[in-house]
């Protein structure tokens, strides 16, 4: 069904994504963006957040490290697991039931101990991410409601997900110009040249289906 070396129109290519998704579950719509940056400079790394208008499709599990009134705050935001030392001494024991790890400034030098830990499943609390923050209820209402992370690996590309398969077309419209646009706007300013590549789009264990570039950025 996907025509070998063709660029689809961002709606065609959603819409054959969707078509093309084989698995008996609900399968995850992932998003693979080729930047034309340098991997190993580390001031030429794309890193940041993005919420999807049309939401994620995945129960997120999200645990705050605070301390004090932060602890209620968190907990009435509807995180799963609460804590300080307690918490911290438990994941240093090799506990990662979790998604995303939001930590408050003021503890952020005991969670640095947790390095070995979170740092190897890429769990670890960053500013840059909004995973370091005192207002712990706002994010902890925005990851629930469908905030994600994204980051380029070693290679210089880009992976999101961006909702499920059984979601409607519009939706993972929305949700996958929210990304390229959020990407875009990330753009270090030492890269030159094209910086968006090429995109692809994908079903669990489906075939990748590449998408207009050109159409996309305009469209963004």
Same mark, same amino acid.
Request: charged share 25%; no cysteine; net charge positive.
């Given at each position: ?12 290519a959603v ?5 093309t998704?084989?698995t008996?579950?609900?399968g995850t719509m992932?998003?693979?963006?080729k930047l034309g ?6 001031d ?12 994620? &499709?995945?129960?997120?599990?999200v645990i705050v /490290?605070a #301390? @004090?009134?932060?602890i209620?705050e968190?907990e009435? !935001?509807?995180? $799963?697991h609460? &804590? ?6 438990k /994941?240093? #024991? @090799?506990?990662?039931?979790f998604?995303?790890?939001? !930590?408050?400034? $003021? ?5 640095g ?8 499943k890429?769990l670890?609390p960053n500013?840059?991410t909004?995973t ?5 209820g ?8 469908g ?15 961006i909702?499920k398969?059984s ?6 419209n929305?949700?996958?110009?929210a990304?390229?646009?959020?990407v875009?706007?990330?753009?270090p ?13 994908s079903?669990?264990?489906?075939p990748a289906?590449?998408?207009?570039v050109?159409?996309?950025?305009s469209?963004v």
């Amino acid at each position: 069904m996907v025509e070998p070396g063709k660029k689809y129109q961002p709606v065609d290519a959603v819409s054959l994504a969707k078509q093309t998704s084989i698995t008996k579950f609900d399968g995850t719509m992932n998003l693979s963006i080729k930047l034309g940056i340098d991997p190993k400079r580390s001031d030429q790394s794309v890193r940041g957040t993005v919420t999807l208008p049309g939401g994620s &499709g995945k129960k997120v599990r999200v645990i705050v /490290i605070a #301390k @004090g009134e932060k602890i209620k705050e968190a907990e009435s !935001a509807g995180a $799963d697991h609460v &804590g300080a030392e307690d918490l911290i001494e438990k /994941i240093s #024991k @090799g506990w990662t039931d979790f998604d995303i790890a939001i !930590a408050t400034p $003021d503890i952020m030098a005991a969670v640095g101990k947790l390095g070995k830990v979170l740092g190897q499943k890429g769990l670890m609390p960053n500013p840059k991410t909004g995973t370091v923050t005192f207002d712990v209820g706002r994010a902890v209402s925005e990851f629930k409601a469908g905030k994600v992370e994204y980051k380029t690996d070693k290679t210089g590309v880009v992976h999101v997900p961006i909702g499920k398969a059984s979601f409607k077309d519009d939706k993972l419209n929305s949700n996958l110009t929210a990304v390229v646009e959020a990407v875009n706007r990330a753009k270090p300013s030492s890269v030159k040249g094209v910086f968006i590549k090429s995109v692809a789009l994908s079903s669990t264990m489906g075939p990748a289906v590449k998408v207009d570039v050109s159409k996309l950025v305009s469209a963004v």
